[in-house]
């Protein structure tokens, strides 16, 4: 078996391509950071430090990387039999046209074996949205030649990978947590289901995939945002801060809440869920920075994502949502030098203030009372 994976990062070294190098699949890495390109080229493995209790450090062996932007992607997408994605969600679009390009040719080269994409990110449905992005730059005569041999199948996924402090003097090395969780929709693949350790299937994926983005995500933002307004600098000192904890386990039990409404979880079984990841954004083996965990707060603020989604559910089923509405609040105070969004965040709040900002960001609507709520935690803050 032979693997595309676009987005050799933390992600995609630390997690998604090792394992798929772990099961004996052949792995070519598209990236666009020649230096990570050329270091994989030259020593075809790296060193992934799993960090916690029984910790060790286990070599990927076997790799090679191409640049995602060079006619190779076309290549290898005519021959692979399975391409993974860990770029960012709004990377999406821009390898779509590389994919699109790749299955004409695959199309016209008459192999039909099974393809299967999944996209690896934090979005509801990312491989959906990816599929929707090829389809748009595939000419119409290869639409049903790619329903009938491709499968886009959608996945959550769950493990904290840090960038590396070892980063500066080896590109390739990477920190992870020893926790993992890929869950995979097993109704959306095409020919047999691959069995790749590590890799789980299940035919009720938007449970999981919100369990987790409204969970794990959910709180680990609201640590950020919170923990870089008390000047804290990492997610351990942040969650270590009893004030921001009780927001944080607050603000993810009423998004619980809404999940255990919605998908029928076991109350026991999710309260125990939340703890774990507490224990989790305090690993002391992990230096995660608040600002990386908050970037991109306009995505993170907008309607179908960790913030906003959950606290639309508590409207629907009228259950509480005051700490949700303090994580919203700190979420229009993030700031960054290094981050687009942040500099456009700020734009907005001294163009339209905060109110509009935030209807404008998250869709929710003008007039309602979460948004004056909102508005009255955020002018509270310091
Ligand atoms: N780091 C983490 O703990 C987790 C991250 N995720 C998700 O995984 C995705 C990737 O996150 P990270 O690995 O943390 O980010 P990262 O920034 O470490 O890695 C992204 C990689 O994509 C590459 N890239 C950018 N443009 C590209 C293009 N056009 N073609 C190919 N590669 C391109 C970058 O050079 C970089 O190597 C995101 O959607 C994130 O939300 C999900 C769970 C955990
Ligand atoms: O990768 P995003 O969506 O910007 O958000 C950061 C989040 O992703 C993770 O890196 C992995 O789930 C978390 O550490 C954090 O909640």
Redesign the pocket.
């Known amino acids: 078996m032979k693997a595309l994976h676009f987005g050799a990062g ?2 995609g070294r630390g997690f998604i391509g090792k394992l798929l190098a772990d099961a004996g699949i052949e792995l070519v890495f598209a990236d666009v950071n020649q230096t990570v390109l050329d270091a994989l080229n030259a020593r075809h493995e790296y060193p992934v430090h799993v960090v916690g209790e029984n910790a060790q450090v286990e070599i990927v062996k076997g790799v090679s990387a191409v640049n995602s932007t060079s006619d190779d992607i076309v290549a290898l997408i005519a021959e692979v039999d399975i391409v993974t994605t860990a770029v ?2 709004q990377i999406l679009e821009r390898i779509a046209g590389g994919i699109a390009k790749g299955l004409a040719k695959r199309s016209d080269s008459g192999n039909v074996r099974p393809l299967n994409i999944i996209a690896c ?3 509801v449905r990312g491989t959906s949205q990816l599929k929707q992005h090829v389809l748009n730059a595939l000419p119409q005569q290869y639409h049903a030649w790619t329903e009938q041999h491709v499968g886009f199948v959608d996945s959550a ?6 960038p590396s402090e070892a980063g500066s003097s080896d590109p390739l090395e990477v920190t992870v947590e020893t926790f993992s969780e890929w869950i995979v929709d097993k109704t959306q693949f095409n020919g047999p289901l691959p069995s790749i350790p590590g890799m789980e299937l299940t035919d009720n994926l938007m449970a999981f995939v919100e369990r ?1 983005l409204f969970t ?2 959910t709180g ?2 609201i640590t ?1 945002y919170l923990g870089q307004l008390a000047g804290h600098q990492t ?1 351990r000192e942040a969650i270590l801060d009893e004030k921001i904890r009780t927001i944080v386990k607050g603000a993810m039990e009423e998004s619980g809440a809404v999940l255990i409404k919605r998908y029928g979880f076991d109350a026991g079984k999710h309260a125990d869920y939340i703890e774990k990841i507490l224990s989790r954004f305090e690993n002391p083996y992990l230096k ?1 920075d608040v600002e ?5 707060p306009l ?2 603020l907008s309607a179908g994502d ?1 913030l906003i989604k959950p606290t639309l559910g508590t409207l629907e089923y009228h259950l509480p949502h005051t700490n949700l509405v303090l994580g919203i609040a700190a979420a229009m105070h993030y700031r960054s030098d290094q981050d687009p969004q942040a500099q456009e965040l700020v734009g907005l709040l001294d163009k339209l203030g905060p109110q509009a900002t935030l209807v404008q960001v998250s869709g929710l609507d003008a007039g309602s009372d979460v948004v004056a709520a909102v508005v009255k935690a955020y002018h509270a803050m310091p």
Not at 157 to 162: A, F, L, S
Not at 292 to 296: A, E, T
């Open positions: 933390n992600i960012g969600p990110e934090n979005m996924v769950d493990r904290i990978v840090p987790k794990l995500n680990h933002a950020a997610i995660d990386r965990v908050g970037r991109q995505r993170k960790r």
